[in-house]
């Protein structure tokens, strides 16, 4: 009889087997779904998930997944391909069918997710827009999974998340990054506080480390220049947490 470790392998082994073009949407590689299987089996049983698009990873956390919800249209057939496979173990899983920038909206979670897989529409900015009605869900130590890295637009959202105290990156595997959600407090997503995430407090630690090599007109001008676009861009609350010392820094004092 065999374990569910051989299982887990026999599962991904049908899974690869299946042909590049299965659905018109896109596939993954077995590389992926041996990484996404992984993780998954070192943090035991995982309760519930989530993704956006269907295909060879939803057949995979169909046999992961206690609950696992798809969002998705049938593009390609990648639903209906899907709910075909007899790899498929459907009673672990439930589709809401549309377009995600309508689905996820409306949606109501109820429970913590301990998986969430981001491979919906890749136009700016919708898979945005997908992070954004899925990270306060994801419990501490649970995985956020954002595929296609290689697009430019989704690029700059993995370097924005990579910077976030939220999430560590545990690494990429075929344009798939890995992140866990780490203890640090859940951004504010009705809130604003831009100057304290990573990806920009990064701009003032770096403005601070540099040695200027321009004469000092130029940076005079410069920082006139930043102190502008602090005072336009900064909301009145917050210009107080800018420390005196950059302030007086820049203003060449």
């Not at 269907?54 to 709910?83: C, E, N, P, W, Y």
């Not at 407090?201 to 007109?217: D, I």
């Not at 940076?219 to 102190?227: D, N």
Request: cysteine-free; charged content about 25%.
């Amino acid at each position: 009889m065999k374990n569910k470790k051989e299982i887990l392998n026999s599962v991904i082994e049908e899974i690869s087997l299946l042909p590049q073009d299965w659905h018109g949407a896109g596939s993954v590689s077995r590389l992926v779904l041996e990484a996404i299987a992984r993780y998954v089996s070192g943090m035991g049983e995982i309760p519930r998930s989530a993704e956006t698009g269907s295909g060879k990873t939803t057949l995979l956390l169909s046999h992961l997944s206690r609950h696992h919800t798809v969002f998705a249209r049938d593009s390609g057939q990648s639903i209906s391909q899907v709910k075909q496979s007899p790899i498929f173990e459907r009673d672990y899983v439930v589709f809401i069918e549309g377009p995600t920038q309508l689905t996820l909206p409306a949606y109501r979670f109820e429970e913590p997710l301990h998986l969430v897989l981001l491979d919906g529409p890749h136009g700016y900015p919708f898979p945005d827009l997908e992070y954004y009605y899925f990270y306060p869900h994801i419990r501490e130590g649970g995985l956020l999974l954002v595929d296609d890295i290689q697009i430019p637009t989704i690029r700059r959202m993995f370097d924005i998340i990579e910077a976030d105290d939220m999430f560590d990156l545990l690494e990429v595997v075929d344009n798939m990054a890995f992140f866990r959600r780490t203890a640090a407090a859940a951004f504010n997503p009705l809130g604003d506080g831009w100057w304290l995430q990573g990806y920009n407090k990064s701009m003032y630690e770096k403005m601070m480390a540099a040695e200027p090599e321009t004469g000092t007109q130029d940076i005079e001008i410069q920082s006139h220049r930043l102190m502008y676009f602090l005072a336009r861009s900064t909301p009145a609350f917050a210009k107080a947490v800018i420390p005196r010392k950059l302030k007086r820094r820049l203003l060449g004092k």
